[in-house]
């Protein structure tokens, strides 16, 4: 890290490394409770209107829930890919399906750490509210992403050696370097009270959420707690953080994946720097885009639920039938097998395996191969919607 790319403020907050001569860390400043940003006042209006069209659009339909499971699977995807794991939405869904990993990538297992990671999140702030918001959590958050990986590192344990962002292995040659493993505690506790932030009656003006995402998501990269999956956990705290504070998750990975080198970019200008009029605009940008995406995905999810019921409902199949139980299943499960269904509906596997093939005829679900065993069958549909861009507002 080089003391020339750092603003002066910056610089009178570098301490020397014990271990690595010449070599210097920044231990980052209490995070800020206000910023006064005039120059993305209008930007944060229109996160925080993007947000409320979330809430009156899921209102709107018949199951809001329709599509959380997918969309899970789908932040954990693409959350993980910025980390730079190959997994695909339907390689994850299908792991979950068939539990194996056959002909999968490696990195699937990790990809559904974060779906864990998310859950266990979401059921804690479900719970308790802001007040999950804790460090307890952030250790609970990684000790899930890290399960089951080769770590080098005990999951879930704040870091007790130093670490770094870029040079590889050469910390002289980093782009970054967080504050040593002793001051973590400070630094901890000082972000703690942001991510349960109540106003207090001195407060002249309430922090808004986008505001509080963007600050938390930056001192946590600051502050680099873990030797490895900071970054994860710093995305999984954002859809958190609009839980507690009572929107619907929205998920920012896909904004963030599209533009990752203005993501690394600007989320630096403010480490450095503390420039951080472009970081908040462009999380501001990223939660207008994230919403649309959220309420065009139901949107398109649903349509694609009552095309299906409407096509059973014209076929020969029996009201009472299994095949009329199947769409919203595979709505939120869109790759299964014979077993899976056999599971899930209490059934025998004939039965099971009957339905899918009705559903097949259809073209509600398609076999990834044409094999007669273990049969593994995909509702593409689903996948295509889940895979497609948002439409930009026009």
Known sequence: MKTSDLSPDRQKLLVPLKGYPGAF?????????????KEVFSDVVKAHEALGAVQAATSRLPNPNLATRTLDRREAVRSSQIEGTSSDVDQVLEYEATGSDDGLPRDVVVTLNYVKALHYGLQQVATRGAAALDRTLIEKLHCHLMEGTDYQDTPGAFRQRQNWIGGHRNIYDAKFVPPPHEYLGDCLTDLEELLRYVPSEEDQMEISIVIRMAIVHAQFETIHPFIDGNGRVGRLLLPLMLFAEGYCPVYLAGFLKENQQEYYDSLGAVQLRGEWVPWVRFLAEGVQVAARETIQTAERLTALLDQWKTQLRTSN???????????????????VTVRSIQEAFNTSFPTANAALNIMRENGVVTPRTERKRNRIFIATDVISVLNRPPVPDQ
Do not use: F, K
């Open 25 to 37: 860390a920044l231990v980052p400043p209490p995070a800020p409770r206000t910023l006064g940003l």
């Open 317 to 335: 199949v029996r009201s009472d039938a299994l095949p009329h139980r199947l769409p919203e299943y595979l709505i939120a499960h869109p790759v």
